[in-house]
């Protein structure tokens, strides 16, 4: 079975900007040839893609850095660098992007845009560009720029139809597994599902894609139990089926349980607000 990934620190550096040349116009006949060096090219970018075929993070448990190619430095007869290739990263979709310093949000890849998540830097003048009337033999030019470099979090967010609630145990993987084709971990125990699960219902084709997340419990909103990480993924989801055990089998009060997970609900968000079904 493929492991659920869904959080993962990286860095991500743009190419460096090659340097300018420094280079003089030789030319059989001629004693002094004027300044001809060329300009360095533009180091690559990093830019991150929403690929839909991905649906978890795991690629980045294995590989933390991620560098653009740097620009390539610039040659005589006003030759230019070449520009340094660009990096794609390739994300699920529904992935945010936040800071690591400030943990603000820098982009949502929900929507299939790119996002050039670190710029390359700029290519460095040759001496070419220094001459004047003044200073016809320029003897220096301008090294290239670094490229952006920062750490960043990625984290993602299920983008599901339907999102099971309830307290741990009370049925939410069973009933996935009768209407979906999912097959999650079932046990008369807490925390079966430590991971979101997906399954997907195929009716009138339209495929309505719902998560089974993990068992939600006193405290999530202040990240209790898996608190935090239920949350974020309950978040996305357009209707709540909210699963009650009301045999009370666990020695627990069904309208309590109710009234707890709803109270969660409501200090996380908007999630009180979303259309509910009881089950």
Avoid at 33 to 60: A, E, K, M, Q, Y
Avoid at 125 to 140: D, E, I, L
Avoid at 204 to 229: F, M, N, R, S, T
Avoid at 231 to 252: N, P
């Amino acid at each position: 079975m493929e492991m659920f990934v869904d959080k993962v620190r990286i860095n991500v550096s743009g190419g460096r900007g090659g340097d300018g040349a420094v280079a003089f116009h030789r030319e059989k006949y001629v004693a002094s040839g004027g300044p001809d060096g060329g300009d360095g090219g533009h180091g690559g970018s990093v830019i991150l893609r929403v690929n839909d075929n991905l649906s978890t993070l795991l690629d980045f448990r294995y590989k933390r850095k991620y560098a653009a190619q740097p620009g390539a430095n610039g040659a005589g007869r006003k030759m230019s660098g070449k520009r340094g290739e660009n990096l794609i990263i390739q994300v699920p979709r529904g992935t945010v992007v936040r800071d690591t310093e400030t943990n603000a949000i820098i982009v949502d890849m929900s929507t299939g845009e790119d996002y050039v998540l670190a710029k390359g830097g700029r290519g460095g003048w040759g001496n070419a560009h220094f001459a004047t009337p003044t200073r016809q033999v320029p003897r220096f030019a301008k090294s290239g720029l670094k490229g952006v470099e920062r750490d960043v979090i990625l984290e993602l967010k299920l983008l599901a139809d339907v999102g099971l609630v309830g307290y741990p145990n009370v049925g939410k993987s069973t009933i996935l597994s009768v209407v979906t084709a999912a097959r999650p971990k079932i046990g008369n125990y807490h925390f079966t599902t430590l991971t979101p699960n997906l399954g997907i219902v195929r009716r009138h084709g339209k495929d309505i894609v719902l998560a089974d997340i993990p068992g939600l419990i006193e405290g999530a909103a202040e990240g209790a139990g898996l608190g935090h990480d239920f949350l974020r993924h309950v978040e996305r989801t357009r209707l709540l089926m909210h699963v009650i055990d009301i045999a009370g089998s666990e020695g627990r009060i069904p309208t309590e349980d109710f009234d707890q997970i709803n109270y969660e609900l409501a200090n996380y968000g908007e999630l009180a607000n979303r259309p509910q079904i009881v089950v």
